[in-house]
């Protein structure tokens, strides 16, 4: 079975760019997770969604992150303008249903902000 | 407030030592899950277990074995005779079921070296 999908791997871009992630979850889990990862720290959510809907984005900061799922499967994460304090891998995870649910997660794509 | 300790920052242990990893948690919820994450440095995460807080049986699983004891609120994750390749980052985390939405809540993480 294939695992969860994420692309790119790595990013550089320069602050006040666009950037976009995307993110293909295991087939037939219904909930997707966008997480942020900071050097040295554990992972912190910044949405979820059930099926095409995002059941909690409390912490993403919707000024200038947004994202999109919407058939229900693949989802995008976007940072608009992108800052220098945005560098982080950025995770995406998938479970079968919602939490407590285990949950699987992907590569990870590591931005780097300059 | 849900919080996930590990102390540990990082270990560094020799090939074939064992090795505990500590991990505390705090939670007001009465049913709650406890995970624990491996994050090699290829940066995925990889699942080792998910334990739910009305089993309090302590698992085994080949090298890897989990001690959960609610009385200390503690989960912690043993390597017996640790080799090279369990080299990585490990992650605790936390989810409360009636509390946001059974959000994970990770730990700091424990790095942890093995050197042949």
């Known amino acids: 079975e294939a695992g969860v999908v994420q692309s790119p791997r790595y990013k550089i871009i320069e602050k006040k760019q666009p950037v976009a992630f995307w993110c293909n979850p295991i087939s037939g889990h219904n909930t997707l997770y966008w997480y942020r990862q900071n050097l040295g720290q554990g992972p912190e959510l910044l949405i979820r969604y059930e099926n095409e809907e995002a059941v909690d984005d409390s912490q993403l900061p919707k000024d200038r992150f947004s994202a999109e799922r919407l058939k229900g499967v693949d989802s995008t994460l976007k940072i608009q303008p992108a800052e220098l304090g945005d560098s982080a891998v950025y995770l995406c995870?998938?479970?079968?249903?919602?939490?407590?649910?285990?949950?699987?997660f992907g590569p990870g794509t590591r931005l780097l902000v300059l | 407030a849900q919080k996930v300790t590990q102390a540990q920052t990082e270990i560094s242990v020799v090939e074939k030592e064992d090795v505990t990893l500590d991990c505390v948690y705090e939670t007001r919820d009465t049913t709650y899950y406890l995970f624990w994450y491996k994050q090699p440095p290829s940066g995925e995460l990889v699942f080792l277990i998910r334990r739910n807080s009305f089993d309090e049986q302590n698992e085994i699983s080949g090298r890897y074995s989990w001690n959960f004891q609610k009385s200390t609120s503690s989960f912690n994750f043993t390597i017996t005779a640790s080799q090279v390749v369990d080299s990585a980052v490990y992650f605790c985390?936390?989810?409360?079921?009636?509390?946001?939405?059974?959000?994970?809540?990770f730990g700091q993480g424990t790095e942890l070296s093995v050197k042949p």
């Open positions: 995870a998938s479970s079968l249903d919602r939490p407590p649910e285990t949950q699987y």
């Open positions: 985390a936390l989810s409360e079921v009636n509390n946001q939405g059974g959000k994970l809540i």
